[in-house]
Nanobody, 120 residues
């Protein structure tokens, strides 16, 4: 699966952005999908995940502000980000976790990332 994230940009405090993740050369319908972010000088951290069945999970820092969704028919995952704060500034990465039956574990696919900058 090849992932391509888009939709990042510069937004003011309190603004909104919608990130999109397009999957190529594969299907996401059987994968758990997620968004992660990495700020300068910090480790990559989980933002939100959505299982293949539609169950969602969010980092405490984004609960109530961000919403992850998926459209399996379009092979896309979205992250709606509202009430953005300067601390949300980071490169956001799309992730797909694919279960590998032969080895009994998940394999991670990553997109190239999209920059989100929130100014105060």
């Amino acid at each position: 699966v090849q992932l391509q994230a888009s939709g990042g940009g510069l937004v003011q405090l309190g603004g909104s952005l919608r990130l999109s993740c397009t999957a190529h050369a594969g299907t996401i319908s059987r994968n758990n999908m997620g968004w992660y972010r990495q700020a300068p000088g910090k480790q990559r951290e989980l933002v939100a995940t959505i299982t293949k069945d539609g169950s969602t999970n969010y980092a405490d820092s984004v609960k109530g502000r961000f919403t992850i969704s998926r459209d399996n028919a379009k092979n896309m995952v979205y992250l709606q980000m509202n009430s953005l704060k300067p601390e949300d500034t980071a490169v956001y990465y799309c992730n797909a976790k694919s279960w590998q039956e032969l080895v009994g574990s998940y394999f991670d696919y990553w997109g190239q990332g999209t920059q989100v900058t929130v100014s105060s």
